[in-house]
């Protein structure tokens, strides 16, 4: 998964109106709507038409109508949330880790694709068959592509795995670039124009299903624990009722088109504690995550 800093706050956020979700059930209910905002990651209308599904179920099951609403950006998503403008947002992993250094905020669900068919994904580092490269340790001397330097797959994570098991990636590759993104990595290590690169799995399987690599020319080299996916937060401080009807809410959301995710199959519960993984890779990395906000 690739972010910028702006990316690092959401790839596509979703929040609920803390101006209707601060209020009783009839008071929200005399409101009369709900409003949901979606910062863009693809056209805002493609999008607000790829979300409706989505928020009509959540209405259902909050009993008011949903309005979705593209919001310009999200750089303020974190600030918003801590300052109690906001009562639920959609982060990504290293965002929400971010958030909770300033902002009293927990995850509470996470979504899992059709695509996907899972709530979490693998970052991975593969060599084309011909290099001769089996281990982390035949990487020594050899061309490496990164895919950006805040990307969580295409970087954060191989870069942590390697330097776990001794591998100086500032010294012992012969020579790094990055390509920018995940295609072009594999791409790349499909033509042997780079002997080995870092790829997240899911897009690897993309990219062989598009026909831009074959996996029987690849070798898998490393491959990272489990990267939980991007969590629907809240904040910890919202009403316990309230947090079990919104929870209950999106738990209820199965089998419709999400955004530009393509069809989801559902969302399922999760905790703070889920994301410790980020946390252990940012400290690996010597990262100053309330630094990175």
Known sequence: MKFTRRSLLASTSLVLAPSLLGLGASARAAAGTLTVGLIPSEDSRAMIANSQAMMDMLSKSLGMPVKPFVAADYNGVIEALRSKRLDVAYLGPFSYVMGTTVAPIEAFAVAETKKAGRAFYHALIVAHKDSGIKTVADLKGKTFAFVDPTSTSGHLFPKAGLMKEGFNTDKDFGRVVFSGSHDSNAVAVQNKKIEAVAIADRILDSAIAKGLAKRED?????????????????????????????????LDVKDIPWSDQGMLNGFHPTNDKAYDVIRETAKILNLDLRAMK
């Open 218 to 250: 690849l070798v898998v080299v490393w491959k990272s624990d489990p990267i939980p996916e991007s969590p629907t937060v809240w904040r910890k401080d919202l009403d316990p009722a309230l947090k079990k009807r919104v929870q209950a809410a999106f």
